[in-house]
């Protein structure tokens, strides 16, 4: 994903058919217990670091932490670009989990806040939930990326968003 700036972003669960919680067709939103990581906490590990990693994703497996916490697999999300414009979309997977923890640092809130909602988790037989594998989110391809002829910070948007009617 090429980097992106958003101002005021907000997010919101949705459960499986989109709908967004508290609407009449709605259906419990799905939460789901993933492993995070944050290089704002350093320190804090429940999980060895798997092996085999590249060496920038080592290091920084080794620096941050990682908790196992609770997040919606689902959220739709809103928020300005750098030029004003006001984008919204849906999203899942990776994408939905950075989203509410990056919002969460936004309103103050570090991941750790979260711990009591897993406490009670047999951490020992976890060790493999996230089903990626690959540890913390660590990239120089975002680099790469802004170079690209056509890029711009200002109106980049994530893969799958839209702009606003009546933005």
């Given amino acids: 994903?090429?980097?992106?700036?958003?101002?005021?972003?907000?997010?919101?669960?949705?459960?499986?058919?989109?709908?967004?919680?508290?609407?009449?067709?709605?259906?419990?939103?799905?939460?789901?217990?993933?492993?995070?990581?944050?290089?704002?906490?350093?320190?804090k590990k429940v999980m060895p670091t798997p092996s085999g990693l590249p060496w920038h994703n080592m290091l920084i497996h080794f620096l941050c932490s990682q908790v196992l916490i609770k997040r919606y697999s689902r959220i739709g999300w809103s928020a300005r670009r750098l030029d004003?414009?006001?984008?919204?979309?849906?999203a899942s997977g990776r994408f939905a989990?950075?989203?509410?923890?990056?919002?969460?640092?936004?309103n103050g809130v570090c991941m750790t806040e979260h711990d009591d909602e897993t406490s009670n988790l047999d951490v020992t037989a976890l060790k493999q939930i996230r089903s990626d594998n690959i540890g913390p989110v660590s990239s120089s391809r975002h680099l790469d990326i802004m170079e690209e002829p056509g890029y711009s910070l200002r109106s980049a948007m994530p893969p799958g968003s839209r702009v606003s009617a009546g933005h």
């Fill in 1 to 43: 994903m090429p980097p992106v700036a958003m101002i005021n972003p907000e997010w919101w669960p949705l459960d499986c058919n989109n709908n967004r919680e508290g609407t009449a067709n709605e259906t419990a939103p799905v939460m789901e217990v993933v492993w995070e990581s944050c290089l704002s906490i350093p320190g």
């Fill in 84 to 90: 004003g414009a006001r984008i919204e979309g849906e």
């Fill in 97 to 106: 989990l950075t989203f509410q923890h990056e919002v969460d640092h936004l």
